[in-house]
């Protein structure tokens, strides 16, 4: 250290930079690690419009780096000029870089590798009978002499770093940086599926891709069937920008972003807006900690973009980043409430027809009669006091019906009826096969359903559709119905709170008060009405009517956990997120209780009226399904 301070030049004397020095300066910005030559090769190979790159490396990248294309190749004569900086042909004025259709465009990368290896080019024309050999020696080119090659390019970069060791110094084991280049080539081996590639590390084959259009199968040839057999495609286009590409069903995740591929016109990019619209398209759908697994491509306009914003081009600037953050979300959303995302393989399902009529009006009554029966009949005051101390009197706030006293009067056992016909054309996925099966079937018969299950253990929930057997958590499904009423409600600013009489005061550590009231407005909106009361005591004087059957000292012992564990400066909508996550599940049915027959019917119909009845808001799937195809299969049927 001390002999940098020594050598330091005195401050005033202004002097031009040697080319070689801005070189390394360059070097050290563009080149970071053996993986950042092979991304800079790679994608020159790529706008060389070349149908085929093998990608060759030794151990890890620090002895040899070797890429070969079959691309346009270099005239002779630009052969020294390419490794010379800020020498491009993608390029020729300032103008053209708001609209860089190519992955490269700052001239810089070929001269700044040269920069710190030893760098052997061969290039050939179409136009050529044979090739040009160009050696550089840690910057300093040799004349190009002529070599017997196939057309196109190969480029050989040796020793990486060997005049700057302290980059050399920094380099990780093989493996690691290994890790780095099977990342760098990922990344531009998945948006161009139209380009046969190869990598192989020390003679090792490590991936081998023919060439495509079908870019699931790349993804495939990258991650295996378990990921590609649970992507659900998607699409769309909005003011000239096109989106597309796979999003994974939530039960396959992640416990990091890093399985987010994002391609903006075929260039891998890391966005974190669009990383939160992601998150956002799939809360409620994941545990707390859980990512979403994503292959998406943006399409639009270069001119609307600046891609010259970072050196290695990994973030880019978009004129309009919030309209794209909706296009995003909503496509996503979108296809999730028309997409069956139950626990089996993804099949593309119909929106289900109730017998209830339409859902609008259905999901109303529902919380009319939640409403009534949280609050009782608000206008007689007898009924007022009784409702300050809510447990003493369970009420079931989820039943339309209510429950019998006697377990007796209800047949443990539903046995299950044969369901009702169903049109042939309500879904995609319903084959004549169904209604082959059924003999009662009558084309001009409207659709029915049936809300008959059988229970088992108490705890789960038997039935069927027309996709097979489905066998329903009742806790989760509970939960996930509650929740979404939740949200819509507070959405619409009406969750009530239910008031009390006597407010309770309850006794907290003087931390615990102090996040209480630092998240007072927040608790208000989900119908938590809180209050200092002195010392570390908080009064709380309502609470979601919901719950009216818990213990408003219980409630806030949770809430108090909840915002411990949210850290520090959380997001409004996230704590709001996990309190009605809070409060649905401490409302819904228990995995034990015992439901009667009008219980049940009401849980089910209730499940066709969610927006994804599939998981609870904690990401659990609420209900399992074997196909009739399964189980054909499992009984040697078929
Ligand atoms: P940039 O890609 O930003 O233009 P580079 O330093 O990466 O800058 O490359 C300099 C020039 O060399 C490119 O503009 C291109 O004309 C030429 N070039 C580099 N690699 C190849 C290749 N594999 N095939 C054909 N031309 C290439
Ligand atoms: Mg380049």
């Not at 780096?65 to 079959?70: A, G, H, L, V």
């Not at 659990?620 to 196909?627: D, E, G, I, M, Q």
């Amino acid at each position: 250290m001390s002999q940098t301070v020594d050598q330091r030049k005195s401050p005033g004397r202004i002097q031009q930079l040697s080319a070689s020095v801005i070189n390394k300066i360059a070097a050290g910005e563009v080149i970071e690690r053996p993986a950042s030559v092979v991304k800079e090769l790679m994608e020159n190979s790529v706008d060389a419009h070349a149908t085929r790159i093998d990608v060759l490396i030794e151990k890890g990248g620090a002895d040899l780096i070797s890429i070969t294309d079959n691309g346009s190749g270099i005239e002779p004569d630009d052969l020294t000029l390419a490794v010379t900086s800020h020498a491009t042909s993608k390029i020729a004025d300032a103008d053209d870089l708001f609209s860089v259709a190519t992955m490269g465009f700052r001239g810089e990368a070929l001269a700044s590798i040269a920069e710190v290896s030893h760098m052997k080019i061969r290039s050939r024309t179409g136009q050529q009978d044979s090739g040009f050999e160009l050696l550089v020696h840690g910057g300093n080119a040799e004349p190009p002499v002529p070599c017997g090659c196939a057309p196109g390019t190969s480029i050989e970069v040796a020793n990486l770093f060997f005049n700057t060791p302290v980059r050399q110094k920094f380099l990780r084991t093989t493996q690691t940086e290994m890790g780095h280049i099977t990342e760098a080539f990922t990344r531009i081996a998945l948006p161009n599926p139209h380009i046969q590639m190869t990598l192989k590390h020390n003679q090792r084959i490590i991936h081998e891709l023919p060439a495509t259009n079908n870019w699931l199968e790349r993804i495939q040839g990258f991650f295996g069937d378990e990921i590609a057999s649970h992507l659900i495609p998607i699409e769309s286009e909005d003011s000239g920008i096109r989106l597309s590409g796979f999003v994974a069903n939530p039960k396959i995740n992640r416990s990091n972003n890093k399985m987010q591929y994002l391609f903006l016109n075929r260039r891998h990019i890391r966005d974190r807006s669009l990383q939160h619209a992601l998150s956002e398209a799939y809360r409620g759908l994941l545990m707390v900690g859980r990512f979403p697994i994503t292959f998406l491509k943006l399409e639009m306009p270069p001119n609307i973009i600046d891609v010259n914003v970072h050196p290695a081009k990994l973030e880019v600037r978009f004129q309009d980043g919030g309209r794209l953050y909706s296009q995003l979300l909503g496509t996503i959303r979108n296809k999730f409430l028309t997409t069956d995302l139950t626990a089996t393989q993804q099949q593309p399902v119909a929106p289900v027809d109730s017998a209830a009529g339409s859902s609008e009006s259905t999901m109303e009554n529902w919380s009319r009669q939640q409403l009534n029966q949280s609050f009782g009949d608000t206008s007689l005051p007898g009924e007022q006091n009784e409702l300050a101390f809510p447990n003493r009197q369970p009420v079931r706030d989820w039943v339309t019906h209510p429950r019998e006293s006697s377990a007796a009067t209800t047949p443990a056992f539903q046995p299950y009826e044969h369901p009702a016909p169903v049109s042939p054309n309500v879904g995609p996925h319903f084959s004549t096969e169904h209604a082959a099966l059924n003999p009662d079937y009558q084309s001009d018969q409207p659709p029915t359903q049936n809300y008959r299950a059988l229970q088992l253990h108490n705890r789960y929930l038997v039935t069927e559709n027309d996709e097979g057997l489905v066998i329903i958590d009742q806790h989760a499904l509970h939960e996930r119905v509650i929740y979404e009423q939740l949200r819509e409600k507070v959405l619409a600013g009406k969750l009530e709170t239910q008031r009390l009489l006597v407010p309770e005061p309850v006794s907290l550590t003087a931390a615990e008060a102090a996040l209480v009231l630092d998240n007072q407005e927040i608790l208000s909106e989900i119908g938590i009405e809180v209050d200092s009361f002195g010392g570390d005591s908080i009064l709380v004087s309502g609470y979601p009517a919901m719950l009216v059957n818990h213990n408003p000292a219980e409630i806030l012992r949770n809430v108090v956990e909840l915002l411990q564990n949210e850290g520090k400066k959380p997001e409004r909508r996230d704590v709001i997120d996990s309190l009605l996550h809070l409060i649905s599940c401490k409302a819904a049915i228990k995995a034990g209780d015992k439901l009667t027959a009008e219980e049940i019917e009401d849980l089910l119909r209730h499940r066709d009226l969610c927006q994804d009845s599939h998981h609870c808001p904690h990401g659990r799937p609420t209900a399992l399904v074997f196909t009739r195809n399964e189980l054909d299969k499992r009984f040697k049927r078929i």
